[in-house]
């Protein structure tokens, strides 16, 4: 069993930054590729971002390239998602989801979640 808690949402002007984590606790960490998905209110949820267990392979959603990067530090048991330049369409809540093994980019393929942290970005 794995838990997850996501935190650093908040309120924001178009063009700022925010720093989200994800921080899990539970089995073995770095066997579980972690993603973060988000969702705006009446849309489906939306993938974003993803990193494997050991860190070496990544993988986003074209509307986030050049603005977000995630990493993670293992021995912290944390992913975190930088978000520069942010835009008013990046409004949602943002969940963090684990699995153990490799990646994908539905949510239907994660096991884990967390609660979500609502990021707002004002225009």
């Known amino acids: 069993q794995v838990q997850l808690v996501e935190s650093g949402g908040g309120l924001v002007q178009a063009g700022g930054s925010l720093r989200l984590s994800c921080t899990a606790s539970g089995r073995t960490f770095s066997n579980y590729a972690v993603a973060w998905f988000r969702q705006a209110p009446g849309k489906e949820r939306e993938f974003v971002f993803v990193?494997?267990?050991?860190?070496?392979?990544?993988y986003y959603a074209p509307s986030v390239k050049g603005r977000f990067t995630i990493s993670r530090e293992n021995a912290k048991n944390t992913v975190f998602l930088q978000m520069d330049s942010l835009k008013a369409e990046d409004t949602a809540v943002y969940y963090c989801?684990?699995?153990?093994?490799?990646?994908?980019?539905?949510?239907?393929?994660?096991?884990?979640w967390g609660q979500g942290t609502q990021v707002t970005v004002s225009s």
């Open positions: 989801a684990a699995r153990e093994g490799t990646w994908y980019t539905r949510p239907y393929d994660y096991k884990y």
């Open positions: 990193i494997s267990g050991s860190g070496g392979s990544i």
